[in-house]
């Protein structure tokens, strides 16, 4: 049986872009998953035009969630938030590759979580995103 | 692969089960009158059903007199064959098949798979004799509370409780120390007492102390740990001397580290202080012969799913004369005497802290799981663990980056396992060893406190139960170093 755990996902475990933080992040937001111990903090900072100018993110879990979080953050490097706000699940898992379990798949989008959670309280968040953040 | 090396060893008192095909042809009615209210050993492959019985009677008339417990007890711990092959036949669940390999199930220290005789009996519960317990006047009514009542005999036979009225049923060993900690820590527990844990404790053992110290202002006090995840005795000793504890509860078995604690000696010498007991029995009870008795242990706690049985019901162990000075942790019906608009009075234990209409069929269940691990005998499934415990040790011990957490000696630990490799985290080790069949839990365990002390976030943890092999064993290892190549280590 193939392995999810690709060259791609292990390589962004063992080497993750954008790890670290930002001296001045106008978004920010972190969260854990409590089954896993999972942990992913998010940090973007914005130019005039509200692009992602700069991203990071920090952490500590599972080869899932560190890859899939560095992987997000080169996906969202020079978009605008609103960009960013329309990244869904489908994108981050056709990052990672490969089957998911339901539970692994918490991890996976652990990291997904974090930076709509960070976006919506920076544009103000509404209704409807409180129902998209608990489907994630 | 089959097993006979205990079958020499098997002493005069045995004979009831030189083998099970010996102990099958002895008819069930027969096989009780030798020894009564015991468990009967089967042919472990289901041919002819015992008739539909009701000894529940029989066990309160012949059972608690002291003697006849005792020899139960006996029956029960002692050696007697097994065959791990006939075992396995016994759970329906091992014919799995899981991403195209054969189910290889190493996580009992969560959950044990449940045999057919349990499986059996919740269904026949239903389908012949469900009722409520202790108050239907009419047959099914009485067969239903005969089986109720029989079963907390097993159980109270089992532990070589003195009687069952210290045998209390909850939801498991969680809700037995809640109990403890609600009804009996808060009329005992004052402010500025002590209470004494250990750091390898599961949260269960930990956060109902949190909130009655909490709420009564206590204090707890931590035992701490060895390296090679043995208790600190000295703690232990400054602890209790340290004047004001009111209370000693610690695990049996660490869920993580497979350490069997000297609880004997500890109880020893909490008592000469003056000092209850509790023990978190709910990784030892399925394991190993367990007398608290012999132990002198206060309360005892455990659950009836990690022990064959099925899930929502446990046990928790009181001595009688702390139960009888316990207020009810519950109020509501089957727990009265006589209710008033004012003020009511309670039954006696153990129905005072039974409220309400119990797990009727988990109790069932648990009586026929306490049967089958009976017939297995206690000690067998000690030994059988034993040696799946030091083939493992030996074989994942070889494995490149491997790291084994607790006592380096596997004859001092009970059947868990718990390990990291290399970078790999453990949900990661979990997902691919999924791959090939293989459950193992992964994670904190219930013990975060543990994990920190082990400087970890989480672990890998193998357990074994009756029913594992060294083959399985064997594929654990072959697993991990196929784990080990995709993540070049």
């Known amino acids: 049986m193939s392995s999810i755990y690709s060259e791609i996902i292990l390589d962004y475990y063992r080497y993750p872009r954008n790890k670290g933080s930002l001296p001045h992040p106008q978004i920010q937001a972190r969260d854990s998953n409590p089954l896993c111990g999972d942990i992913v903090e998010m940090q973007l900072e914005l130019d005039e035009k509200n692009t992602v100018k700069d991203v990071k993110f920090n952490g500590q879990g599972c080869a899932i969630s560190q890859a899939s979080a560095s992987m997000l953050t080169e996906l969202v490097k020079g978009k605008t938030v609103d960009d960013v706000r329309k990244i869904s699940k489908e994108d981050v898992l056709s990052l990672i590759g490969g089957q998911l379990t339901a539970v692994r798949l918490k991890c996976a989008l652990l990291s997904l979580k974090v930076l709509k959670t960070g976006v919506y309280n920076y544009i103000g968040s509404t209704e409807s995103t409180n129902e998209e953040l608990s489907s994630l | 692969m089959s097993r006979q090396r205990w079958a020499a060893a098997s002493n005069s008192t045995s004979q009831k089960a030189t083998s099970p095909a010996a102990a099958a042809t002895a008819s069930y009615p027969k096989a009780r009158n030798k020894l009564p209210g015991l468990a009967v050993p089967k042919n472990t492959t289901p041919t002819t059903k015992p008739p539909l019985t009701f000894p529940g009677q029989l066990a309160q008339s012949t059972v608690r007199g002291y003697a006849t417990q005792k020899q139960a007890t006996a029956y029960i711990h002692e050696k007697k064959p097994f065959d791990v092959e006939r075992v396995r036949h016994d759970f329906p669940i091992l014919k799995r098949v899981i991403n195209g390999k054969p189910l290889a199930y190493l996580d009992s220290a969560a959950t044990t798979q449940k045999p057919r005789d349990v499986i059996d009996e919740l269904t026949r519960f239903y389908n012949e004799y469900n009722a409520n317990v202790h108050r239907g006047v009419y047959k099914i009514s009485e067969e239903a509370t005969a089986a109720y009542e029989e079963a907390r005999a097993k159980i109270a036979r089992l532990i070589n409780a003195n009687s069952p009225n210290e045998i209390i049923f909850v939801r498991g060993t969680t809700e037995a120390i809640n109990l403890v900690a609600q009804s009996w820590g808060r009329t005992n527990v004052g402010l500025g007492d002590g209470i004494i844990l250990t750091e390898m404790e599961h949260h269960s053992n930990i956060v109902p102390w949190q909130l009655l110290a909490k709420e009564r202002g206590a204090h707890l006090k931590y035992v701490g740990i060895t390296d090679d995840g043995h208790l600190v005795h000295e703690d232990f000793r400054q602890h209790l001397e340290s004047g004001s504890i009111k209370l000693v509860t610690m695990t049996h078995v660490s869920n993580v580290l497979g350490t069997i604690n ?47 049985g099925p899930t929502g019901i446990g046990i928790l162990y009181a001595k009688k004369s702390i139960l009888q000075a316990m207020p009810p942790y519950h109020g509501g019906g089957e727990m009265i005497r006589e209710v008033h608009l004012y003020e009511s009075a309670w039954k006696d234990p153990p129905y005072k802290f039974e409220a309400g209409t119990t797990n009727i069929a988990g109790a069932i269940g648990l009586g026929k799981a306490v049967d089958y691990v009976s017939g297995l005998g206690l000690r067998n499934i000690q030994e059988h663990e034993q040696e799946l415990t030091e083939y493992a040790h030996d074989r994942l011990g070889k494995v490149k980056g491997i790291r084994i957490y607790g006592p380096e000696n596997p004859r001092t630990k009970s059947g868990v396992i718990s390990f990291n490799m290399g970078d790999v985290h453990a949900h990661d080790m979990a997902t691919l060893l999924d791959e090939d069949g293989i459950a193992v839990r992964s994670g904190h365990h219930c013990a975060q406190p543990l994990m920190e002390r082990l400087g970890v976030s989480s672990t890998t943890r193998a357990s074994v139960y009756v029913y594992n092999t060294e083959d399985e064993i064997d594929r654990l290892t072959q697993s991990l170093e196929r784990a080990g190549r995709i993540f070049k280590l």
């Open chain 2, 262 to 308: 000297p609880v004997r000696e500890y109880i020893r010498e909490a008592h000469k202080q003056g000092c209850p007991v509790l023990v978190d029995a709910a990784q030892s009870v399925p394991h190993m012969p367990v007398d608290v008795q012999d132990l002198d242990c206060d309360f005892l706690a455990f659950s009836g799913h990690k022990m064959c």
